[in-house]
T-cell receptor, first 115, second 112 residues
């Protein structure tokens, strides 16, 4: 398996622009997670899905952030409008539950820079 | 509020040294504790611990959980420069299954 796939790997955009991050989880995994990582705040869970349904979005910082999972093999995280404080590395992860391990498999991340 | 606290925040050692990283937690509905290693990329899974007192071991790395005192340690013996990374501790829940809360990590630097 190719692992969790994220695109783009790097994104530089100007404040006010819309940004869309994409994720393809590992085939067969039924949980998908979006995280944000910064030096100041560490690794923060933004939202996670189970069987394509959002379960907990309490970590989404504000209404500018939205996430969708239209099918089992694709998810997007959208920021509109983007702000400089959104600059971070955004990770997507997937896992197989129940019955499997609780370990999460992380994608390579998208490094977002908002100028 | 659930908390996962790691210590020390950073550590510098020389090759061959043994290190111990700590993770304490205060969470409701604890199910398991996980350790991840993060080099200059995404976190990768090391161990999952569910039961107290049972050591998990992989090569030079080992970890143990104490559910009474609510902490775990990660030991690395005979450290190598390739062990330099951020080590993350996370807690998984019985309810809200799938969710994990991560600590801030310990940055380990191993010098030649």
């Amino acid at each position: 398996d190719a692992g969790v796939i994220q695109s783009p790997r790097h994104e530089v955009t100007e404040m006010g622009q819309e940004v869309t991050l994409r994720c393809k989880p590992i085939s067969g995994h039924d949980y998908l997670f979006w995280y944000r990582q910064t030096m100041m705040r560490g690794l923060e869970l933004l939202i996670y899905f189970n069987n394509n349904v959002p379960i907990d979005d309490s970590g989404m910082p504000e209404d500018r952030f939205s996430a969708k999972m239209p099918n089992a093999s694709f998810s997007t995280l959208k920021i509109q409008p983007s702000e400089p404080r959104d600059s971070a590395v955004y990770f997507c992860a997937s896992s197989l539950l129940p019955g499997g391990s609780y370990e999460q498999y992380f994608g390579p991340g998208t490094r977002l820079t908002v100028t | 509020e659930d908390k996962v606290v790691q210590s020390p925040l950073s550590l510098v050692v020389h090759e061959g040294d043994t290190v111990t990283l700590n993770c304490s937690y205060e969470v409701t509905n604890f199910r398991s504790l996980l350790w991840y290693k993060q080099e200059k990329k995404a976190p990768t899974f090391l161990f999952m611990l569910t039961s107290s007192g049972i050591e998990k071991k992989s090569g030079r790395l080992s970890s143990i959980l104490d559910k009474k005192e609510l902490f775990s340690i990660l030991n690395i013996t005979a450290t190598q420069t390739g062990d330099s990374a951020v080590y993350l501790c996370a807690v998984a829940y019985n309810t809200n299954a799938g969710k994990s809360t991560f600590g801030d990590g310990t940055t380990l630097t191993v010098k030649p």
